[in-house]
């Protein structure tokens, strides 16, 4: 398979996704090599990121690299944690939220040991306050999956958002958190954003979920 990507380079996004299912990290640098020389990962990671979907000038070329970020969630190694935390400041939110799902994953597969792993846990922090909701959501979901205290907080001011699709994500992962351990700190975010909120309305719902974590 991995003699196959320069060969048919047309079949690349598939032939990752196969490499990925088969945790082939001797593909990693590969698979690496062919997305810098698809798209131009220096000015997409340093261009403003966009909260909408951006219409690529090449978008089989952005599909290809998309696949390899996917790809490379699956293939928990050093190269390919450096690779997927750098694509999390793409500009564009399909490949952000590709980023950072790979970033979590390799975390998760590995336990944090690798170099640059509470990288992961600051890329999530960033990605909370994303200008996508796409990528924000992501992030919120990918929190629930990590017992880190610093990403309680974060989270805990996300249960006072307007949008009901964003609170009740940041609900859903301050319960998975605090399932995971972090009892202490989601009760003690939940009691500070308490004191500061004056809507009737979210201080119910913040009130009641804090109490169904008691219960």
Not at 27 to 54: F, G, H, N, W, Y
């Amino acid at each position: 398979l991995i003699a196959l990507l320069e060969s048919y380079p047309q079949a690349t996004g598939e032939l990752a996704e196969s490499l990925g299912e088969l945790k082939a990290i001797e593909a990693v640098s590969p698979l690496i090599k062919m997305a810098q020389s698809l798209v131009d990962v220096e000015e997409r990671t340093s261009s403003t990121p966009s909260a909408q979907p951006i219409d690529e000038e090449d978008r089989i070329s952005a599909d290809i690299y998309w696949h390899i970020l996917h790809a490379l969630g699956k293939m928990p190694t050093q190269e390919a944690l450096d690779f997927v935390l750098k694509a999390t400041n793409d500009s564009a939110p399909d490949k952000r939220e590709a980023a950072l799902t790979a970033a979590t994953s390799i975390y998760l597969a590995d336990g944090g040991k690798l170099a640059k792993s509470e990288e992961v846990i600051g890329a999530l922090v960033k990605a909370l306050n994303d200008p996508s909701m796409q990528v924000k959501q992501t992030a919120m979901e990918a929190s629930g999956t990590i017992k880190k205290a610093e990403l309680v907080e974060p989270l805990a001011k996300l249960t006072q958002a307007g949008e009901t699709a964003i609170s009740r994500k940041a609900f859903d992962a301050l319960r998975a958190i605090h399932n995971l351990g972090l009892k202490a700190e989601v009760e003690s975010a939940l009691a500070v954003i308490l004191t500061a909120e004056r809507n009737g309305n979210k201080s119910k719902k913040i009130k009641d979920f804090a109490d169904s974590l008691k219960s």
